[in-house]
């Protein structure tokens, strides 16, 4: 089995889903993706994460992001868990969780790690551009609940990074200065970053976000 990298296109599969079949592909349009996996329903960590996810829908839709869970439990079993998710984190989960039982999308995207638990998929993360492109891939350990601001804040990165000239430092959140890729010359600075810059180092060069107000 090939294994995904960044830059891959990400396999398209059709599987149920808590709101229906989906298409892979066609379901995110024009959108960007997130794809993660949780290792099993009725878990505790996962109950928060998938309530917190819940939470953030509206940050995820300001930046063009459909999100989609996953794991190997069936589509009654989610349904079920749906109600707990509910109840125990004041939420309404609003995004599509997809029933793996034949794990045939686990296996696409090798979210199951043997040598960490051979039946249930680790708590994968892939984010994937409009054109359908892995741009980011986390994995973390079942014990371990995702930190969803640092989603958001990598997303801000990609998109941002995608149309502009410029890389993203150490901690960097939305609004805060970028460094100037080393491929833009001295010259080239002025008609790109039109609210200047300072040259900390010839390689290590800060601008103000240019898409910020």
Sequence with gaps: ?????????????????????INFHDWLGDSWGVLFS?????????????????KYKSEFEKRNVKVVALSVDGLESHQGWVKDINETQNTTVNFPIIADEDRKVSVLYDMIHPNADSQHTVRSVFVIAPDKTVKLMITYPASTGRNFDELLRVIDSLQLTMYQKVATPANWVSGEDCVI?????????????????TELKPYLRMTPQPDAN
């Design 1 to 21: 089995m090939k294994s995904i990298r960044l830059g891959d296109v990400a396999p398209d599969f059709t599987a149920k889903s808590t709101e229906g079949e």
């Design 181 to 197: 890729v080393p491929a833009v010359t001295n010259e080239e600075i002025p008609e790109l970053f039109p609210k200047g810059y």
């Design 38 to 54: 949780h290792p099993a329903d009725y878990t505790p960590v996962c109950t928060t994460e998938l309530g917190t996810v819940a």
